[in-house]
């Protein structure tokens, strides 16, 4: 049971890792775009990563 909430965990902060990447490479106009700020970045990764 360790075991799978270890890679659970790993697995999230891989894609929060990849999350944050990806929206932190767009422009503001990009980001305007979707209807993110980029102060908002952050929350969204982190709650994409956990879907």
């Known amino acids: 049971m360790f075991i ?3 890679i659970r965990k790993i697995n999230e902060w ?5 999350n944050i990447r990806e929206l ?3 422009t503001d ?3 305007a775009d979707i209807g993110i700020a980029r ?4 929350r969204i ?3 994409g990563a956990r879907a």
């Open 29 to 31: 106009r990009e980001l």
């Open 14 to 18: 891989t894609r929060y890792r990849r």
């Open 39 to 42: 102060d908002e970045i952050g």
């Open 24 to 26: 932190g490479a767009l």
């Open 4 to 6: 799978a909430t270890l």
């Open 45 to 47: 990764a982190r709650t």
